[in-house]
């Protein structure tokens, strides 16, 4: 009676070292090529800049404090960083923006493709997919043809007569966000597709039985159950705009940086690799915090919806 327990334990302990070891090969790539990287970036943000770039190996803590403050050239005087305050707050700002006006556009656009017949479904997942095979650069030189001074926008515009002279849209804040929207959309209407397919329309059919108006209905019946695929799908375009770099560069200019735009100068022009590891952890974290609260709400919806 007392070899089959140890024999089945000893199954399962051979059958754990198995796991392991057909693992292996993707964890030392893991560790090789995200968490080696991300221990050298935090090192580098605790050392003294070198003077052409690169890093003395000195331990210094002005890498962290130059992220919130800055000291002033003639009397050492303590300030509050204002033009890294101000990147980062149009960095949440724009990627918050971003994911709404993608909500907007990808909700509607999701309902529409789940509610077609299944062999039109594909065509249209077809149409949302294929901006993913059009280099990100190329997507975003497009918008730009369609806002500059000389865009397809402004020359309607005038051929209108709604204006007298182009609007200035280029490398503003607006232009960022159109941008980022544009590229980050399929992202949302993918998730929230996912949701609304396995969706069971004969719920929403039995509320308007009910006599529940159509607001109720979207409001009670209809979000609650597709509410995974929205916040799959919201994380999954403010993370990536939180960090993009590609559109804000193109789309903004010198005058509508965000935090990815501030890190490369940190590490290209400004030659302050201490600051720009700083400020790369910074955003790593802003992620991860993204992630945590992701993770909370798909987690308390699954214990209610168990309990």
Known sequence: MGEAPNTERDAQNADARQRWRLALPAVTIIMVFS???????VLYSVLTPGDYGNVRWVFSTEGWFSVLFERDIFDDTLSLSDAHLTILARSVGLSLLTTALTLIFGV???WFIATRPPAARAFWLF???????TNLLVRTIAVQEMIRS????????????????????MFT???VLLGMAYVFLPLMVLPVFAAVEKFDFRLAEAGYDLYASRLFCLRKVILPL????????SILVFVPSLGAYVTPRI???GKSMMLGNLIEMQFGQGRNWPLGAALSITLTLL?????????????????????
């Open 150 to 169: 000389e865009g397809v926008f402004n020359r309607l515009f005038l051929w209108l007569g709604l204006i007298d002279q182009p609007i200035q849209m």
């Open 173 to 175: 804040n607006f232009a």
């Open 287 to 307: 992620v991860l915090i993204a992630l945590i609260y992701y993770t909370r709400l798909t987690s308390g919806r699954q214990g209610r919806s168990h309990g």
């Open 226 to 233: 597709v509410r995974p695929g929205i916040i799959a799908g």
């Open 108 to 110: 509607p656009t999701a």
């Open 35 to 41: 968490i080696l990287p991300l221990i050298v970036v």
């Open 251 to 253: 789309m903004g200019g």
């Open 127 to 133: 149409l949302v997919t294929i901006p993913f095979w």
